[in-house]
Nanobody, 127 residues
């Protein structure tokens, strides 16, 4: 499975941005599609996930209420709508996919659970 993420950029604090990720593969509906982010000098952290087989969404506490993950199965796309952005949201954002369809909830946040990664897209939020 190949993933390509795009949509990053420079935005002012309080602004909005939408990230997109397109995935190859025939079983997109079953994939767990997840966004992670990595700030300079920090470890990669979970942001939001869409569990395809269960059609449920999950968010980190730091973005809950501000970010929304969604998908378009016709286009094999997953989106991350980011609103009320803060300087702490500055990071490289990565799209990841778990393609077995058997992702368990307790593993959604763990980067090691994912077998496919896209290149990152950089988001910079100015204060």
């Amino acid at each position: 499975v190949q993933l390509q993420a795009f949509g990053g950029g420079l935005v002012e604090s309080g602004g909005s941005l939408r990230l997109s990720c397109v995935a190859s593969g025939r079983s997109f509906n079953d994939y767990t599609m997840t966004w992670f982010r990595q700030a300079p000098g920090k470890e990669r952290r979970f942001v939001a996930a869409f569990r395809g087989s269960r059609r449920t969404t999950h968010y980190s506490d730091s973005v809950k209420g501000r970010f929304t993950i969604s998908r378009d199965t016709a286009k094999n796309m997953v989106y991350l709508q980011m609103t009320n952005l803060k300087p702490d949201d500055t990071a490289v954002y990565y799209c990841a996919a778990e393609t077995s369809g058997r992702m368990i909830l307790s593993s959604v946040w763990n980067p090691s659970a994912y077998d496919n990664w896209g290149q990152g897209t950089e988001v910079t939020v100015s204060s």
